[in-house]
């Protein structure tokens, strides 16, 4: 019985860990998909600055805001990968903004890190449905630090604050606020950084409960954010102040100079039990948005929701650049929705402000700043000439210049300016057109030398007025005129390449390239004196005489190639020409016969006959080189044949009486082979 029932138990306990195993398996699973995290970039008094911004997957309208400060020498994704509140969107359904410091510190004695706080909460509720009565801050170290260095002059934008061990110890800011403050400081008694006695931690926090004459402090011990921690502390508050607020301190046991994920908890449920006033009139503006873009040609649509939750909305007023542009008066509506048009703004920054007033005369003001750019100019879609060089007289009747857009083309001011001179343009079209198409007033003359055109005063249909648009243009070919480089050069160089190429083909060796190598020369005197004024002409010259060039280059190559192979042939023949052991063998003496064979004029007359005959050579050539690897070139050899009048030895010394029938024999001290 025992054991059976050992053995149930067992069974139990294991589907219990398998259940919870899948249980937080698929926990895991959706908590991974229940939000979405994003790198966002914002502008700041003209500088970029970045957050991480983690939203719910379901957002309903007028969530709460929570933005975080990291400590120093960290970023965005050690805090939150510390502090763990994103994984409590889901659930809570608020958006946390987890903001990126400007270096490795915030600045915790000016307005840098201020204004940027401020921009965070003008771009949420811009991107979101933001409740901006309910927004929170809290921040880690000198992410904390920042937060008492603001506290008193950002009352108005946020409900509460909560800063995690850190305080800014060379301030006194409840000495600032001018109303009282929502508070939460959490701090471990064993930080290393912010020592609990040190900097006075109590004494400072209690501060802010004196300031705002709280008489009501109550002191939990053992105080466990979550019922599951594994760690506790001091829990402190000072309430009941003539005019509300709330302090609280949170001293911690078994910690230390870390973020501590445990205590988001506490955090939270402190921070969304408060609002800046429920009951104040709220706004949004829903266009434009931070991301659209405009220009100074536009109407920019501006429309904006107004409401009031416990009565009724009496004036909206709007404001671009701190002008009042448009008041709307006795609304008398709970929600709506108002709408300008904004026409033609200035390119730049501009700022949009809407303030709210209900009939409690209760106030709320919001603002999003935009940026209006200049209008992208036309774009030229065609050019006919760009940066040529034409013949004196003018060979072109017009220069033609396409684009993307209409543009008034009898506006137009055209000219081109350069040493020679002035010469004034004018457009042929009339009214608005895609082309304008230029050509000298009646009269002008070009004379030769290079010009600047300037083409100003192109207004497109927008009313935009293009840049200056400037080509380069040549006319001539003057030593002095840039056309001179790429007309004149190219042909000398073409002249004394043709005049060494004929000079180095007078040897007999080139015989059959004397046709070739008259042709080159009718041309070079042809050209020998040249000059001319005409880029035309002078690209015809240059083009007739490489026309003449390259076939005898061709041919010199192809010859040069074909006596350097034939002088090594001949030269292998000649070193084995006495040799038995070589000149017997079969490839040797076809090599001879290659050699001999291609050797006359009638297989080098054209550059495919010479070809061949290297190719035919070289084959030969290689196939005895390889069959020269097997012989020995030492030995003489004796076919069938007897050596008269000769002394023969062996190989000791010895002469002998006759000539052997075999072997290896010494005759006047070369060995023979005898078979």
Request: overall charge negative; proline content about 4%; some cysteine.
């Amino acid at each position: 019985m025992n054991g059976k029932k050992a053995i149930t138990i067992v069974n139990t306990n294991v589907m219990k860990l398998k259940l919870f195993t899948t249980i937080l398996l698929l926990c895991t699973f959706f908590q991974s998909q229940a939000y979405k995290k994003q790198s966002i970039d914002i502008t700041v008094n003209g500088q970029k600055r970045n957050m991480v911004v983690f939203t719910p997957n379901s957002l309903p309208d007028n969530s709460p805001l929570f933005i975080v400060t990291h400590g120093m020498n960290q970023d965005p994704e050690y805090q939150y990968g510390s502090d763990k509140m994103y994984e409590m969107i889901d659930t809570a359904k608020f958006v946390i903004a987890y903001l990126r410091s400007d270096g490795n510190t915030w600045d915790t004695g000016g307005t840098k890190d201020q204004n940027f706080v401020l921009k965070t909460i003008d771009e949420m509720a811009a991107m979101f449905s933001i409740d901006t009565n309910r927004v929170y801050w809290s921040g880690f170290s000198m992410g904390s630090m920042l937060i008492h260095h603001c506290i008193a002059s950002m009352q108005d934008k946020i409900a509460a604050f909560a800063p995690t061990s850190g305080i800014q110890f060379s301030e006194q800011p409840w000495n600032n606020c001018k109303k009282p403050v929502v508070l939460l400081e959490c701090i471990a008694y064993d930080d290393d950084v912010f020592g609990y006695e040190q900097y006075g931690i109590h004494d400072y926090i209690e501060n802010y409960a004196k300031h705002d004459k709280h008489p009501t402090y109550k002191k939990t011990t053992n105080y466990k954010p979550i019922s599951s921690s594994w760690y506790n502390g001091d829990l402190e508050r000072w309430t009941g102040g003539p005019n509300g607020g709330e302090v609280a301190l949170y001293s911690y046991h078994n910690g230390g100079h870390w973020p501590m994920d445990l205590n988001r908890h506490l955090i939270w449920n402190f921070c969304k039990r408060y609002s800046l006033d429920p009951n104040i009139p709220n706004a949004r503006i829903i266009t434009p948005t931070v991301n659209d873009t405009y220009t100074y040609l536009d109407t920019i649509p501006v429309s904006f929701r107004v409401s009031d939750k416990d009565g009724t909305v009496k004036l909206a007023q709007l404001y671009l650049d701190g002008t009042l542009r448009q008041a709307y008066r006795d609304l008398d509506v709970r929600d709506t929705l108002l709408t300008y048009d904004w026409a033609n703004p200035k390119a730049g920054s501009h700022t949009i402000r809407i303030v709210v007033t209900d009939n409690d005369n209760k106030k709320k003001e919001v603002s999003r700043t935009i940026t209006v750019e200049n209008p992208v100019p036309i774009v030229m879609t065609e050019v006919c000439y760009e940066n040529n060089s034409f013949d004196i007289p003018l060979t072109v009747n017009s220069f033609r210049y396409a684009f993307d857009l209409k543009v008034e083309a009898e506006n137009v001011v055209a000219y081109l300016s350069g040493s020679p001179g002035r010469v004034d343009l004018q457009a042929e079209e009339t009214g608005l057109s895609n082309v304008i198409t230029l050509k000298p007033v009646d009269g002008a003359e070009i004379q030769e030398g290079t010009y600047t055109m300037y083409i100003t005063k192109v207004k497109d249909e927008r009313g935009v007025t293009a840049s200056t648009i400037k080509f380069t243009y040549t006319f001539g070919v003057s030593e002095t005129s840039s056309a001179a480089i790429k007309y004149k050069k190219p042909f000398n160089d073409a002249l004394q390449t043709g005049q060494a190429l004929y000079d180095a083909t007078a040897d007999e060796q080139y015989s059959t390239a004397e046709k070739l190598r008259a042709s080159l020369k009718e041309v070079l005197d042809t050209y020998a004196s040249f000059a001319s004024t005409s880029p035309t002409e002078y690209e015809a010259a240059t083009a007739a005489i490489i026309a003449v060039t390259e076939p005898l280059a061709v041919r010199k190559q192809n010859l040069d190639d074909y006596y350097a192979l034939y002088a090594q042939v001949d030269s292998i023949i000649s070193l084995y020409a006495d040799n038995p052991a070589v000149n017997t063998n079969s490839y040797y003496t076809r090599l001879v016969k290659a050699r001999d064979y291609y050797s006359t004029e009638s297989h080098i007359k054209n550059d495919t006959q010479i070809l061949n005959s290297i190719k035919q050579l070289t084959s030969y050539y290689e196939k005895f080189q390889k069959a020269l690897e097997t012989i020995d070139t030492s030995i003489y050899q004796i076919v069938n044949s007897k050596l008269s009048n000769d002394k023969y030895y062996d190989l000791q010394g010895h002469r002998l009486s006759s000539q052997p029938r075999k072997g290896i024999v010494i005759i006047d001290g070369h060995k023979y082979l005898v078979k």
